[in-house]
């Protein structure tokens, strides 16, 4: 897990391993990101929820330890936690899906997931195609989910979201996709899964005899820097400087969590990174 920590620091600037794992367990108080979208993460995790008056949708679970944080933000916003009707993910890591399985079942909510998320997540994170496989700590299995497409969009009452296979960061991956509306004002949301190149010492995105990892990797890097992107989410939020926006939200300038070129520069920085790992793979 050391490992994991240490890549997820470089990434997002942190000073210390132990800055970022104490974050991601630290409160953080829930709040309205725009029109019928909550973050109700902790302060370095997001979980990202959908309101509706037909039933909710929520996007990662954070960490068993932070699920009844996670709860208690939601209930703290007005909303019921049985309400909730669908449970995604980004990607099946224990720091973004291990609290699923219990959410699941305080909610009774469907669970979906991309093919290959869903084998991670029925497995426990136990999956050997995955980059970090044995350096990733395991989680609670979701033994009962359904699965969905590349392009799919799913509905809960009024809600659309729409599912963009961006693997690479793990092979089941997913970029999610929507549209919020405050009034007449109405923008689209981006949660951008994570998209670094970090993996245990045995794992090679160049490696010649599997070709399509590399293809599928550039595939949704370009995917993300394409996307109508008004306001961009990630899964680590300082990754994405989404404190930095808020804070200037916070202090009055009321659209600063807009950037819409916010997706291309953070699929531009992890272009930069992938070339990097793979310089970095060939023998010296």
Sequence with gaps: MKRCLSALVLLAGHATVATAANEWTTPQAP???HGDTYYVGTRGLSAILLASGAGHVLIDVPMQENLALVEANI??????VEDIRLILNTHPHFDH???????????????????AAARALRAGGRDRDDPQYGSAGAFAAVPALG??????????????LTAHATPGHTPGSTTWTWSSCEGEACVELVY????TAISNDAYRYGDPTHPERLARFRRGLALVASLPCDILITPHPEASGFWDRLQRREAGSA????????????????????DERIAAEQPR
């Design 31 to 33: 709040f309205r990101i």
């Design 75 to 80: 209930r703290s916003l007005g909303f019921r």
């Design 97 to 115: 899906a291990g609290g699923i399985a219990g959410l699941a079942a305080d909610s009774g909510a469907i669970v979906r997931a991309s093919p």
């Design 147 to 160: 699965t969905f497409g590349d392009g799919e969009t799913l509905r809960v009452g009024a809600l659309a």
């Design 192 to 195: 951008a899964d994570s998209l």
């Design 255 to 274: 659209d600063a969590l807009i950037d819409r070129d916010a997706c291309r520069r953070y699929a531009g920085i992890a272009a930069t990174r992938l």
